[in-house]
């Protein structure tokens, strides 16, 4: 993944290089044309970034990286969520190894 690419240039980048419409790309993953235009000019702030079921449909209709475009969101992305889940459940992570992996700084 590209360092110091928004979350906003990235979406662009992906939905030109698949040639879709503003319209085009909302009608597939069921989000407005204005709210993606706003997201891919970084109209929007942290809270305004979608959803990770919506960065999911997003990464999926652009043929991309649902991890990469969650951590360019700062999110994590479903899958990585689920994997954790389910570690924590089978007792192969704990909780602080979890916290030490998200929070761990400057490495």
């Given amino acids: 993944m590209e360092s110091n690419i928004t979350f906003g ?6 939905r030109d290089k698949k040639k879709l419409s503003l319209r085009d790309l909302a009608n597939q993953v069921g989000l407005s044309a204005g ?4 997201l ?8 305004g ?5 919506n960065i999911s ?14 951590l360019l969101a700062g999110k994590l992305s479903n899958e990585i ?3 954790i889940k389910d ?3 089978k007792g192969d992570i704990n909780k602080e190894q979890v916290f030490e992996f998200l929070y761990r700084k400057g490495k």
């Fill in 87 to 89: 570690a924590l459940l």
């Fill in 57 to 70: 449909k997003l990464a999926l209709a652009l043929d991309t990286d649902e991890t990469d475009l969650a």
């Fill in 9 to 14: 240039q990235k979406l662009k980048e992906l």
């Fill in 49 to 53: 970034l979608p959803s990770e079921d």
């Fill in 35 to 38: 709210y993606i235009s706003q």
């Fill in 81 to 83: 969520t689920n994997g």
């Fill in 40 to 47: 891919e000019n970084n109209k929007v702030n942290i809270s």
